[in-house]
């Protein structure tokens, strides 16, 4: 079952949208998450005693799923909604299904730490990736012909004219970028400076914007005042490139740029101007339209659009609970930062998911879950270190008085 988990979550992590690697119709995303189904249900037969909350946890997130995207799935078909409309919106959120097989492959400590550090080195080799790729396109060692041809018919890629791209994938470079500032050694610096380089020339403004507020956030909550200092102007130089000088360097990319920001505005006002009372509470349910597109950018507008504020309650769940774990661990503890860096990454991908639909996609939402198990992992052992301590404490002032 182990090898099962890294190689789920090493596809995750690197494989972007999921259909890099294709037999057919079927994708490698696909073959696994099979197979995690498969392997969620030996391990809810052979799991431990112990980590019966964890489990039952999991499979009530997993009930709770299928009862408020049911209920979008049924009003979608009351509508007469179109059959492949309908599986196209349920099919993407089904990685809940996999939260009873994350929660207990991630009851252990040792397996939370080692999963951190994949994640980081994923964010480093989608890095070092990204900006050979760059430099061969403005050095004209890669032809941008038929570099664009091989990674345009993959569905993962877009061009920001001929010199930079952006990839799916690159959602782990942002969350790389939260693990590696509590690496404690000089290669995790240097994985820092790559990433946030990389990520710069994505030319990507959401993601600037997600990984800057939630590095600022977090330095700022744990008081590290030079480190927000240094961030902040990070944030400012690079804010300049993305929105200013890069932009200039690559022909056709501020109309391609303009064309988006209207898309968004015109998907809101179209909601605006068609919403009710039942759209609200309950959505349009699955398979309906927002300005006549199925699917947008922003995920909290296309959940309430579909599912109404049942929707938006549900999906918001596991950030709240998120800040529940992280709270509950000890600032004293070991893996006080690493809890850290888990709950920032979350707020990461909320925010970014505001103009990026990766919340509702494997992508986004397999890091959730991985995320929000890791913390009440975390959460548990440091109670557990905690009461340890208390009891040791008291066991030495009694051994004092009696002496």
């Given at each position: 079952?182990?090898?099962?988990?890294?190689?789920?979550?090493?596809?995750?992590?690197?494989?972007g949208?999921?259909?890099?690697?294709?037999?057919?119709?079927?994708?490698?995303?696909?073959?696994?998450?099979?197979?995690?189904?498969?392997?969620?249900?030996?391990?809810?037969?052979?799991?431990k005693?112990?980590?019966?909350?964890?489990?039952?946890?999991?499979?009530?997130?997993?009930?709770v799923?299928?009862?408020?995207?049911?209920?979008?799935?049924?009003?979608?078909?009351?509508?007469r909604?179109?059959?492949?409309?309908?599986?196209?919106?349920?099919q993407?959120?089904?990685?809940?299904?996999?939260?009873?097989?994350?929660?207990?492959?991630?009851?252990?400590?040792?397996?939370?730490?080692?999963?951190?550090?994949?994640?980081?080195?994923?964010?480093?080799?989608?890095?070092?990736?990204?900006?050979?790729?760059?430099?061969?396109?403005?050095?004209?060692?890669?032809?941008?012909?038929?570099?664009?041809?091989?990674?345009?018919?993959?569905?993962?890629?877009?061009?920001?004219?001929?010199?930079?791209?952006?990839?799916?994938?690159?959602?782990?470079?942002?969350?790389?970028?939260?693990?590696?500032?509590?690496?404690?050694?000089?290669?995790?610096?240097?994985?820092?400076?790559?990433?946030?380089?990389?990520?710069?020339?994505?030319?990507?403004?959401?993601?600037?914007?997600?990984?800057?507020?939630?590095?600022?956030?977090?330095?700022?909550?744990?008081?590290?005042?030079?480190?927000?200092?240094?961030?902040?102007?990070?944030?400012?130089?690079?804010?300049?490139?993305?929105?200013?000088?890069?932009?200039?360097?690559?022909?056709?990319?501020?109309?391609?740029?303009?064309?988006?920001?209207?898309?968004?505005?015109?998907?809101?006002?179209?909601?605006l101007?068609?919403?009710?009372?039942?759209?609200?509470?309950?959505?349009?349910?699955?398979?309906?339209?927002?300005?006549e597109?199925?699917?947008?950018?922003?995920s909290?507008?296309?959940?309430?659009?579909?599912?109404?504020?049942?929707?938006?309650?549900?999906?918001?769940?596991?950030?709240?609970?998120?800040?529940?774990?992280?709270?509950?661990?000890?600032?004293?503890?070991?893996?006080?930062?690493?809890?850290?860096?888990?709950?920032?990454?979350?707020?990461l991908?909320?925010?970014?998911?505001?103009?990026?639909?990766?919340?509702?996609?494997?992508?986004?939402?397999?890091?959730?879950?991985?995320?929000?198990?890791?913390?009440?992992?975390l959460?548990?052992?440091?109670?557990?270190?905690?009461?340890?301590?208390?009891?040791?404490?008291?066991?030495?002032?009694a051994?004092?008085?009696?002496?």
């Open positions: 079952m182990r090898v099962l988990y890294t190689l789920t979550i090493l596809e995750l992590f690197l494989g949208g999921g259909r890099l690697i294709e037999f057919g119709p079927v994708t490698l995303r696909m073959v696994l998450f099979v197979l995690c189904i498969c392997g969620s249900m030996a391990l809810l037969l052979f799991h005693k112990g980590d019966g909350d964890t489990v039952l946890f999991s499979l009530g997130l997993s009930v799923y299928l009862l408020v995207h049911g209920l979008g799935f049924f009003n979608g078909a009351v509508r909604a179109d059959w492949a409309d309908l599986l196209n919106d349920a993407p959120s089904l990685y809940w299904m996999l939260a009873p097989f994350f929660a207990i492959m991630l009851s252990s400590v040792s397996v939370v730490r080692s999963t951190a550090t994949m994640l980081s080195l994923s964010g480093v080799m989608l890095a070092l990736m990204y900006l050979i790729s760059v430099a061969g396109l403005w050095s004209g060692i890669l032809e941008f012909d038929k570099f664009y041809q091989a990674l345009d018919s993959t569905s993962e890629f877009f061009f920001r004219g001929e010199n930079f791209f952006f990839y799916k994938g690159f959602l782990y470079l942002a969350i790389s970028s939260v693990f590696l500032l509590h690496m404690k050694n000089r290669w995790s610096n240097v994985g820092l400076i790559l990433v946030v380089v990389a990520l710069t020339l994505t030319l990507t403004r959401g993601f600037v914007i997600s990984t800057a507020a939630s590095i600022l956030f977090m330095l700022f909550g744990l008081r590290r005042w030079k480190a927000l200092a240094v961030a902040l102007l990070l944030t400012l130089v690079s804010g300049f490139f993305v929105w200013f000088y890069l932009p200039g360097t690559s022909a056709g990319f501020s109309e391609q740029r303009e064309v988006s920001n209207n898309v968004r505005l015109d998907d809101l006002s179209f909601m101007e068609n919403v009710n009372f039942s759209t609200l509470l309950l959505g349009e349910g699955f398979g309906s339209y927002i300005n597109r199925l699917n947008i950018e922003n909290f507008l296309w959940i309430g659009w579909k599912l109404g504020l049942v929707g938006l309650v549900f999906w918001l769940f596991p950030l709240v609970m998120s800040y529940v774990y992280y709270r509950r661990i000890n600032k004293k503890d070991l893996d006080y930062h690493l809890g850290c860096a888990f709950f920032y990454s979350i707020f991908v909320y925010i970014q998911t505001g103009s990026n639909p990766f919340l509702n996609n494997p992508i986004g939402l397999s890091f959730v879950l991985i995320s929000l198990f890791s913390l009440r992992t959460a548990k052992n440091s109670n557990s270190r905690q009461s340890a301590r208390e009891l040791a404490a008291r066991f030495d002032k051994s004092v008085a009696i002496l």
